[in-house]
Every structure is written in C-alpha cells, then in structure tokens.
C-alpha cells in the first residue's frame, strides 16, 4: 500500500546557493567595530580575508612566514592552494599590513608559527569551523543576516569589486586562482546579459 508522506526539504527556510559578496559599506562597518572592540587578530583576519581572496581553508593554513619578509610585512605574498595545488599571489594592502604587524606583535608570533594559532591544544591553527563562527560574528555585529554570508563571502568581496570595476575575468581568474574561466564566472555569478555587454564591447 502507497503511502502519501512528504519529507520535508533539507533546506527548509534556510538561504541556499552562493553567499553574497559584503559591500563597501559593510567592510568599513566591520573594519570600524573591530577596532573599536580593539579585536586585534579579528582586524588582521579580516582584512587578510578581504585582500588575499583565499579560501578558508587556505586563510587558516598561513604561517607568519607566508606573509613576511626579514620581519616586514609583505606588499605580496604567494601560497599554494590545497584544494588545486597551484600558486596563486595576493595583494596585503597597507591597512591589512599594519593590521597584520600589529596581531604578530600582540601575539609575539615567530615566522614558522600558524598566522592565527587556536586556543585549542588538539589544533595548531584556528579550524574552518571556527573561522566560519567568527565571520558570523563580524556579520551580525553589524546587523547583517548570518544566515546569508559566510566564509566564501570574504573570497567573493574584492574579486566582485574588481570585476564590477574593470570587467576584466582573466584577472579575476588569476586573482582567485581558478584554472578555468568557467569557474571564474560562475564564481562571480555573472548574469547572461552581462556577458553579452562584455562581448559586444569585445573587438576582433
């Protein structure tokens, strides 16, 4: 005999798909609330999130060594990603540089150190998971909805700046390390018609 349950959705009443890139004006809200908690390692997290358009699990894994150079802060840096195994560089404005100077300095951290070290005994660094929780926390300081941005929020914030700014993929595409164009504009979210704009703009 047929019986007529309906399971519900996993996804019941929550936001799917991609996270929404922050605007300008929510990175300076943050950037203002962070420094005036005086969160020190929150400040350089953040800026670090936004300039360096890693991944999370790329932003957790950085050594003070990756970011520094005879103990200045690095204009550039380069890592190698884990989940493609390619390098890709990254810009450390000078906001995100002083910020960075200042959490080494707070924390004392020596170059073969993790960059954010976690409390915990059993982990080296701050996991994923934690750093999911502190983007949470930035977000909601400022009354955004947590449920709406997360941790690929800070990948997406500079690279969608850049594009809407140049339309220029190819450099996206080498800023967030992607080895396809395909990635790079479904990454962004590029609509059709924006597409099209670029291609008639686009001589032979």
């Known amino acids: 005999m047929e019986t007529n ?56 894994n950085l050594r003070v060594r990756d970011v520094t150079h005879a103990g200045q802060i690095m204009p550039r840096a380069m890592v190698v990603q884990r989940k493609t195994q390619q390098p890709v560089q990254f810009e450390l404005t000078k906001p995100t540089r002083s910020a960075v100077s200042a959490w080494i300095e707070k924390a004392n951290l020596k170059a073969e150190q993790y960059l954010f070290p976690s409390r915990q005994a059993r982990s080296p660094h701050i996991s994923i998971r934690q750093y999911a929780r502190i983007v949470h926390q930035w977000v ?31 450099a996206v595409q080498l800023l967030l390390g992607h080895t396809k164009l395909e990635s790079t504009v479904r990454y962004l979210g590029i609509e059709v018609d924006d597409a099209l704009e670029i291609s008639e703009h686009t001589e032979i």
């Not at 909601?140 to 969608?160: E, F, P, Q």
């Open 5 to 60: 349950q309906t399971r519900e959705s996993w996804n019941k009443g929550k936001l799917v798909g991609q996270k929404p890139p922050l605007k300008p004006k929510d990175i300076w809200a943050i950037r203002i609330h962070l420094h005036n908690e005086h969160q020190v390692r929150d400040l350089a997290m953040f800026n670090l999130a936004i300039d360096s358009k890693l991944r999370g699990c790329d932003l957790v």
């Open 140 to 170: 909601a300081a400022i009354g955004l909805d947590t449920t709406a941005y997360g941790t690929h929020s800070m990948r997406r914030t500079k690279a969608t700046l850049i594009y809407k700014r140049t339309k220029n993929l190819r």
